[in-house]
């Protein structure tokens, strides 16, 4: 039984993403890690930063990033696929280069590979998320933020990456371009496993958390004074309180350690308060989310009211 890892890139180092990290978070329990690597600005370091990792395990597949061809964060997909092709392994394990798992979970994802190995009807499997946000002792619980999604995914030709790379779909004869259509396509069969992923994405100083999200923008062709939500806030983001959030006094992976000694952007965040009334409300500060999250919550013990589910779960497995 063999694990590949994969994921994408480019200019992680510039804009804030713990690519190290998030690669040496599942290097111990794969076979390969494959990175279709796009070229990133003349001032990022990426593959720089991803050879020092000295693991031969870790290949690279040189990409262009086509933004025409593949708008509205269709790149994503197409990038996640091109190194999903290159897996030669019986599973993939797929991370985005600001998710990490922690190490205490690695043992309970080769069980459940090698476990449900036979078993053709398994084809994936389903981590809880962690959402940290503006720190890394904040998170997450909100109708706006998704509590699960598929990570592991048995190498089939047939499965793609789906939509802006969220999750995974069978796509029979995939045209290799429209990675939004539900025409003809099914959702994967998961087993739900004990491990969770946790996401960095929103954990950046303020000005690159702006950057990032203008970057975002471009990937999705918006045009600009067109943004919404975060993106809208285009200098010095604006985390808002954060004492509304859930708080955070477990450990992180151990490989996150001395990206977490980096964190220098205390002074710059709101820890109690009203929110500032001058900028557009993020979607977890409406009264909808506020009113679908204590719904969700505290009457139907965490289960999302139409929110995004792109598998079927297994039940009895």
Request: charged share 30%; net charge neutral.
């Amino acid at each position: 039984m063999t694990i590949s890892g994969f994921t994408f890139v480019r200019n992680a180092t510039k804009l804030y993403y713990p690519v190290k990290a998030s690669i040496e978070s599942i290097l111990p329990i794969v076979d390969e890690f494959i990175i279709a690597i796009a070229e990133g600005d003349p001032d990022d370091r990426t593959r720089e930063v991803i050879e020092s990792i000295g693991s031969d395990k870790i290949r690279f597949i040189e990409t262009v990033w086509d933004l025409n061809k593949y708008p509205n964060g269709l790149e994503y997909a197409h990038q996640t696929d091109i190194a999903k092709d290159a897996c030669r392994g019986d599973w993939l394990f797929y991370l985005q280069c600001d998710e990490a798992i922690h190490e205490k979970y690695l043992p309970a994802v080769v069980a459940n590979c090698k476990k449900f190995l036979d078993d053709a009807e398994v084809n994936g499997f389903l981590f809880r998320y962690k959402h940290f946000y503006g720190d890394f002792w904040h998170y997450h619980i909100s109708h706006d933020w998704y509590p699960k999604e598929i990570r592991v995914i048995r190498n089939l030709p047939n499965i793609h990456s789906w939509r802006d790379a969220q999750s995974f779909r069978h796509i029979p004869d995939f045209d290799g371009v429209d990675y939004f259509s539900k025409k003809g396509t099914t959702k994967v069969d998961v087993v739900a496993i004990d491990a969770e992923i946790f996401h960095y994405g929103f954990v950046r100083p303020p000005e690159l958390m702006a950057k990032k999200n203008r970057n975002v923008s471009i990937s999705y062709n918006v045009p600009p004074g067109k943004e919404r939500g975060y993106s809208r806030q285009l200098d010095i983001f604006d985390y808002g309180p954060l004492d509304r959030l859930q708080q955070y006094t477990d450990t992180h992976p151990a490989v996150m350690d001395e990206w977490i000694t980096q964190f220098n952007w205390k002074d710059q965040l709101q820890y109690e308060g009203r929110r500032n009334r001058s900028r557009q409300k993020h979607e977890h500060e409406t009264f909808k989310d506020r009113l679908l999250t204590f719904i969700e919550q505290n009457l139907l013990g965490g289960r999302l009211i139409g929110g995004f589910k792109n598998y079927n779960l297994l039940k009895g497995k």
